[in-house]
């Protein structure tokens, strides 16, 4: 067993956003700390995408929060604050690997492989959810982390702009699938776009819906 896996679960408790988790683990001796989310779990289409993200503690950007509770400008803004001030990594899980090894197993791979990319190694990764990634370092999994740390809230920001501009270009690239609006996720659009066009290669055959499709179509 990692010593991340040894670090155990925790529930965050602090209400709001702040940097006050991550000082207090500083103080302690725990630096440098990553934080670290992913994005796209749920769509039936494209990669997950994780991120991993090392603040600095002299220029936390201001306004940081849950990307879902954030509008595209603001995202966008932050993303462009967070990669010129923080250490950053990005890493996908595309679908091939969803298909083969379950959404869970490629989340955590992709969290893994984001905070093995970081320039420097934490010492301690703060991780969104439940569940811990296989890492070299300590780890612990905040429930609802992503509103309430602010390292965290810059990975989800960061892996959110990162998927979404992934999925513009994979619009362009598959035009009438509308990916560029739903972003895979299964809308009436997608839906629709499926049972019009098929599945494409970059759909997840492993998810009901586009598996049914297949069924169909042989």
Not at 172 to 183: D, I, V, W
Request: aromatic fraction near 4%.
């Amino acid at each position: 067993m990692t010593e991340g896996k040894r670090a155990g679960r925790v529930r965050a408790v602090r209400q709001g956003l702040d940097f006050n988790y991550e000082r207090e683990a500083l103080a302690a001796g725990d630096a440098p700390i990553a934080g670290a989310d992913e994005v796209g779990r749920g769509p039936w289409a494209g990669p997950v995408v994780a991120a991993a993200v090392i603040l600095d503690p002299e220029r936390v950007p201001g306004g940081l929060d849950d990307s879902k509770k954030l509008t595209a400008p603001e995202r966008e803004a932050l993303f462009d604050i967070i990669c010129a001030t923080a250490e950053v990594a990005v890493a996908f899980a595309p679908p091939s690997r969803i298909d083969v090894h379950d959404i869970r197993k490629a989340t955590l791979w992709a969290i893994a492989r984001a905070t093995a990319s970081l320039p420097r190694r934490p010492r301690l990764l703060l991780v969104d959810g439940r569940d811990l990634p296989d890492v070299t370092c300590a780890a612990r999994a905040i429930i609802g982390g992503d509103g309430l740390i602010a390292s965290i809230a810059a990975a989800s920001i960061v892996a959110k702009v990162t998927r979404d501009r992934l999925m513009a270009s994979l619009g362009l690239a598959h035009p009438g699938y509308g990916f560029e609006r739903h972003m895979g996720y299964g809308t009436p659009e997608h839906a629709e776009a499926l049972a019009r066009l098929g599945v494409c290669r970059h759909h997840r055959t492993s998810f009901a819906p586009v598996r049914a499709r297949l069924e169909a179509a042989e």
